[in-house]
């Protein structure tokens, strides 16, 4: 069995935007009390606190008055919260290089949220995205799912433009057979141009984040002497929000096709390993490295490849 996950964009009405607000708050609340909670148990006797311990606890502070609020938003969200920060310690005994667990801010740049598929509280039907506590969500479906594809669980996010997305995790049988390779492709980076292939081609790099630097250097700078708190403030920040989504949001689609065209055509490609963090932290290579998005290409590449057993 294997896992494949879509994102689909999702347009929620006012109510629903305000229950999304609410599950943001109350799951970056319930890590960060049970992050604390993990660290003062730690430094008191040097044991650890489990999940299911944490559990329990929530359990029984949902049914005081103080956090009767929890109560309003999905529950098991809040689970998947606790999961979370169980990974995230597990992660950094086995891994010490991972980063000791951070406690979530209220100005992070991202939110969401994450809910599991138990009997059928989670379905894409007829345009909309049922979810717990939510009800039916608005869906813009660009891509259709296998009907033999088992859906697990659903991560409900926001951009900090303010768009909604829904990345939906659905479990396949995966009988992908490998191809026979025939045609060959090497690709090696090129900073100006994305790369140049071993046939000497290379595929003309828009630059979208040049080409639009000298318009957020504009509107950052505005941003930069406006009055913290303020109305104005507010609404130039999700403009330049804006800006920054409409670069990625470009130089994303540019890279699936690019990456869709050459795994139709070839069998195998070739590529060069670099350090990409590394090289962008020389001569100051970082915003050109960074434009490319060569190690999302990379990525998209070798999935796109792999399904096709290639």
Known sequence: MANKAYKFRIYPDD????????????????????LARKIRQYEEDKTAVTYTVCAKEMAEMKKTEAYAFLREVDSVALQQSLR????????????????????????????????????????????????PKAGQVRLKQHR??????????????QTPGGKYYASILFEYENQVQEKEMQS???LDFSMHELYRDSNGNEPAYPKYYRNVEEKLVREQRRLSKMQKGSNNRSKQRIKVAKLHEKVSSQRKDFLHKLS????????????ESLDMK????????????SDNGWGMFTGFLKYKLEEQGK
């Open 15 to 34: 109510v629903q935007k305000v229950l999304f607000a609410r599950t943001f708050g109350c799951v970056r609340m319930v890590y960060n009390h049970w």
């Open 84 to 131: 979370h920060l169980d990974t995230a310690f597990q992660n950094f005994f086995k891994q010490p290089k991972t980063g000791f667990p951070k406690f979530k801010s209220k100005k992070q740049n991202k939110k969401s949220y994450s809910t599991i598929c138990i009997n059928g509280n989670i379905a894409i039907l007829n345009g909309y995205l049922k979810l």
């Open 144 to 157: 259709a799912v296998p009907k033999e594809y088992k859906l697990k669980s659903v991560t409900v996010s």
């Open 184 to 186: 060959f492709l090497g």
């Open 260 to 271: 869709r065209q050459l795994a139709n055509a070839y069998d195998c490609v070739c590529i």
């Open 278 to 289: 590394a090289m962008s932290q020389m001569l100051n290579f970082g915003k050109s490295v």
